[in-house]
C-alpha cells in the first residue's frame, strides 16, 4: 500500500493540501492515519480525493457530495438521497420526447 504525506496526496490528486483539510473538515474526506506526528494517507485517501474532485468538476457542492455519500452509505438510492421517492414515475420516466442529439 502507498503511503502519503499531505503534500504528496494533494499534488498527486491535482488539489492543494488546503483542500484536503477542508475536505477533512466537512467530512468527506476520513482523517489519515497517524505515525508520531506524521500525518499518512493511502491509496483509499487519494482514490476519494480523486471523486471529489470529480464531482466538483461537475458542478456539484461540497454540501451536495457530502449528502450523496451520506445517503448512499445508508443505503438509500439516488431517488431517495435527493428526497424524490415520493415523486413515483417522475423519476423513473423520461421528462421529454425529444431526442438527445449529438454533435458530429
Known amino acids: 500500500m502507498t503511503e502519503y504525506r499531505i503534500d504528496d496526496l494533494a499534488r498527486r490528486a491535482g488539489t492543494t493540501a488546503r483542500n484536503v483539510r477542508v475536505y477533512q473538515e466537512s467530512g468527506l474526506l476520513p482523517r ?3 505515525r ?3 500525518a499518512i494517507y493511502t491509496d483509499r485517501h ?3 480525493l ?3 474532485i470529480r464531482l466538483l468538476g461537475e458542478g456539484f457542492t461540497v454540501k451536495h457530495i457530502l449528502r ?3 445517503g448512499l452509505q ?3 438510492d439516488l431517488a431517495q438521497v ?5 415523486l413515483g414515475e417522475l423519476v423513473t420516466e423520461p421528462w421529454s420526447d425529444r431526442e438527445e442529439h449529438t454533435s458530429e
Request: hydrophobic letters at 40%.
Open 46 to 48: 487519494l482514490r476519494q
Open 36 to 38: 508520531g506526528r506524521v
Open 68 to 70: 450523496f455519500l451520506t
Open 82 to 86: 435527493l428526497d424524490l421517492a415520493d
Open 32 to 34: 489519515p492515519h497517524r
Open 74 to 76: 445508508r443505503g438509500q
Open 50 to 52: 480523486e471523486a471529489i
